[in-house]
């Protein structure tokens, strides 16, 4: 992790696991055939995530006119909001983290600086903006850039030991907050996107993935997304279908590590199911970081790429 900032379009500004920048291309073929020429479109991501689709279809797309996002983590919404209406004081708060931990140089005061930061994050008697900043610091100076709570809610994830860090990327806080002015910022369940729900509206559902082996990684908060969540979101998925949205969805192909393990496709049975590859680029294991399949869910029939 080499501080080698180089940022000229908006793009994700943390590593989150499950992060799409390399399946772009790939859903971007998967969008509505009409989607480039509608007039208004209002996006929704009940997952956000990372936002590497939304910060790549603001820029692709300036039809649309509304963006919603959602995420049931209250820091990563934070970090967003932040983002959005304080980037200068971000970027100072920032800047002064990334002076100090430079300064230190030995590993050892490295880590117990690190330790400090994730402490004062989970006690949570900080502003905002040190929220926001504290978030990306640890997620810049953890192990493989993991977002990991334990059951009490607090973020665990150990010290990364990576040299130079690039801790501030000022460019990047910039251009995202721009990008964030159309979008509007909510936190909490999934469902409550659909108070949003417009005349065209496209909503992208990239949720916690169903574990397709015990050692998958999927904890990115305490609330568990289990097999009663994951039909619970079927069910949202068809009500907001029923509703005449167009709906994109990505989980995992359970077929990949076992033929019969087809649970996936028989929740979707009634939607149109299509495998493409993606490369895992967190693992504990580095062998285990190669493409495999997934799944992308749809309710419309003809898309951009034809496919």
């Not at 509304?66 to 209250?74: C, E, G, K, L, Q």
């Not at 029923?242 to 033929?259: F, H, Q, V, W, Y």
């Amino acid at each position: 992790m080499k501080s080698s900032f180089s940022a000229s379009i908006p793009k994700p500004f943390l590593k989150w696991a499950g992060g799409k920048t390399q399946l772009l291309p790939t859903i971007e073929g998967f969008l509505p055939l009409d989607f480039a020429i509608q007039k208004e479109i209002t996006y929704i991501e009940p997952f956000v995530g990372g936002g590497a689709l939304l910060f790549h279809l603001l820029q692709r797309y300036p039809n649309i006119k509304r963006a919603v996002i959602n995420d049931i983590n209250p820091h990563l919404i934070n970090a967003y909001k932040v983002i959005k209406e304080m980037p200068e004081e971000l970027i100072s708060i920032l800047m002064d983290i990334q002076v100090y931990y430079h300064e230190l140089k030995l590993q050892d005061l490295q880590k117990e600086y690190f330790l400090n930061i994730r402490n004062a994050f989970n006690l949570k008697n900080i502003s905002d903006v040190e929220d926001a900043a504290y978030l990306i610091f640890l997620n810049r100076t953890c192990f493989n850039g993991l977002y990991r709570e334990n059951s009490a809610g607090a973020f665990n994830v150990a010290f990364g030991k990576y040299q130079n860090p690039g801790i501030c990327d000022a460019k990047l806080i910039r251009l995202n907050s721009v990008a964030l002015q159309k979008v509007e910022i909510i936190q909490g369940d999934f469902s409550q996107v659909e108070q949003y729900a417009g005349d065209y509206t496209f909503v992208y559902f990239d949720p916690p993935y169903r574990p397709i082996n015990p050692t998958s990684f999927t904890s990115y908060s305490k609330e568990s997304f289990n097999d009663k969540e994951q039909v619970r979101l079927k069910e949202f998925f068809s009500a907001m279908s029923d509703k005449g949205c167009r709906l994109l969805l990505s989980n995992s192909d359970g077929t990949a590590i076992e033929p019969e393990n087809n649970y996936m496709d028989q929740l979707y049975s009634n939607f149109i199911i299509s495998r493409v590859f993606a490369r895992r680029s967190i693992s504990r294991d580095a062998n285990k970081r190669g493409p495999i399949p997934e799944l992308l869910i749809r309710n419309y029939t003809e898309t951009q790429g034809g496919i």
